[in-house]
């Protein structure tokens, strides 16, 4: 009883304490580190680096560096923090990014501001320059350090103009590619598709060993929980027999048009995510630097994320004969409207429907703004996800709980909710005509990937079904289109992993000396493997060690 008082103080204390406009919130805990030692210097730098950034920039205070810690790190309402040395010194690697040092030659560079995991990339790498910026320019240097309780009369510029921004976000991290071997090919159908992943959805309750993983092969399933985090709602419905029919839809205004903004990184939360194989060479579709489009079967396309856009995960459209469904994650503003404009290079008809293949705890500054006319189409675990967020959604949505089966013309679109995996709910849309599979975040071609809200078994078993369907054209979260090899390497890379891990939570190894020690030397080439190994460590050891059973 007492652990669920503490967590509805808490609940009671975040309208007020957490400013949800604010795109970017700065933690300070005056006197526990000289870089920001008074209330007024934490404020005039929170200036500065709201004109460096073209972003509004809030300060929060806290009376000791681990209740920032908190927020920084399991509530995720604060995006940049400045810490002691000390304190710094007793983390694990991996738990924050450390942004460049704004005051270079300071008398004590142990003490550093750090950003938090689970930002947006183009944030992380916004604040990255910025912070460079102001080493570079020195002008930090008569704020950091300062006594004074007050705030300073710092002569600031208003910041600088931008298009509309949307709340900050509040969780997760990364994601980046492979290439191996090919796996058979299998024969299936529509029904027996959306058989199987009723059965990949809710697997039963069994207690965790290592020896499980080669046991997954015959479909044997093991559920887990998460660490605990911020509490959640009631739990989800009892899912319906049969997908939902979708009505059909009348004639639609067609949508926004695109914004030009900055130039951001690729990938999810990376901060020098490079370019994967022959990224350089593609060419951005219509007037948006985010995008490139890749035809795979007649009236089937890839949009493809490229570097210095504002898309941070693959996508895919496919036009009717009245309008075009769209799909994907992680979608910013920016990054709709650009896969409009990179629509409009293919087909004039509308975008009418986008399915949202999942959505990430804490991100309630993407996947809400969708142009007029759009409906989303969901799963439910998602729709539960983006509905307990601070924001609601505002567009219509239509939700399923086992699949949904679209018809558009000669092409059928195949949603199935494979339940938990790489987030909360992963949605797998199949095009049966074309055998031509999106899995989104399931899988990531040539790199470790971002296991940071990953259920391992669930994801586990979620990416046998996925290699068991033998699609001849796999469309991965990160990476290029390929065939059934990006699944297998990208299953044989986090077999590996999760066994690795298993394998110390079962020699009684420590978190800390697990994310140290384990390394992944016949995966060392993967794209992220130096960035994320650790995180994906981290996380996979949480999650497995709350089940394990010796």
Known sequence: ??????????????????????????????????????EGAAQDFARLLEREMGEEVAVQFFKDEKELHEWVSRYRLVDVAAFSGGYLAKQLPGE???????????????????????????????????????????????????????????????????????????????????????????????????????????????????????????????????????????????????????????????????????????????????????????????????????????????????????????????????????????????????????????????LRHFVLAHHHRGYHHIDYEFPAGVDLLISWPTWKTMDEEKRKPERPAFFFTDGLTLKLGETTVIMTNMGRAHSEGDTLVFFPEAEILFTSDLVYGESVGYLGDGYMEDWLLALEFIERLGAKQVIPGFGPPSDNRVIVAFKTYFRALVSEVLKHIEQGDSLERTVRSLRLPDHAELKGYEQFLGANVRRAYLELRENFVP
Do not use: C
Not at 6 to 35: C, D, E, M, N, Y
């Open 1 to 38: 009883m007492t652990f669920f008082r503490i967590l509805f103080f808490v609940l009671l204390l975040l309208p007020l304490a957490s400013p949800v406009l604010a795109k970017v919130t700065l933690g300070v805990v005056p006197q526990a580190q000289s870089l920001l030692s008074s």
């Open 96 to 350: 924050f990014f450390r942004l460049e040092h704004p005051r270079p030659g300071t008398g004590n560079p142990a003490e550093h501001f750090v950003a938090r995991q689970g930002l947006y990339p183009w944030m992380l790498k916004k604040l990255q320059k910025s912070f460079a910026a102001l080493a570079q320019s020195g002008a930090a240097g008569s704020i950091l350090g300062q006594s004074t309780s007050a705030p300073s009369s710092l002569p600031l510029p208003p910041p600088a103009s931008s298009p509309p921004k949307s709340p900050p976000p509040v969780e997760t991290r990364d994601e980046p590619k492979p290439e191996v071997v090919a796996a058979p090919p299998a024969e299936f159908s529509v029904q027996e598709t959306l058989e199987e992943a009723a059965e990949v959805e809710a697997p039963p309750v069994a207690p965790v060993t290592e020896e499980m993983l080669d046991a997954t092969d015959q479909g044997e399933a093991v559920d887990f929980t998460s660490p605990p985090d911020l509490p959640t709602t009631p739990p989800l419905p009892e899912p319906l027999a049969n997908p939902l029919p979708l009505p059909v839809p009348a004639p639609l205004p067609a949508p926004a048009q695109p914004v030009s903004p900055s130039a951001p990184p690729s990938g999810e939360a990376v901060m020098t995510m490079t370019p994967g194989a022959g990224e350089e060479k593609r060419n951005p579709a219509g007037d948006q630097p985010s995008y490139a489009v890749e035809q795979l079967a007649e009236n089937i396309y890839a949009a493809l994320t490229l570097p210095g856009g504002q898309a941070s995960s693959n996508a895919f459209f496919v036009v009717g004969p009245e309008y075009v469904v769209a799909g994907g994650a992680h979608m910013s503003q920016e990054a709709v409207n650009h896969l409009v404009t990179a629509i409009a290079t293919v087909t004039d008809k509308p």
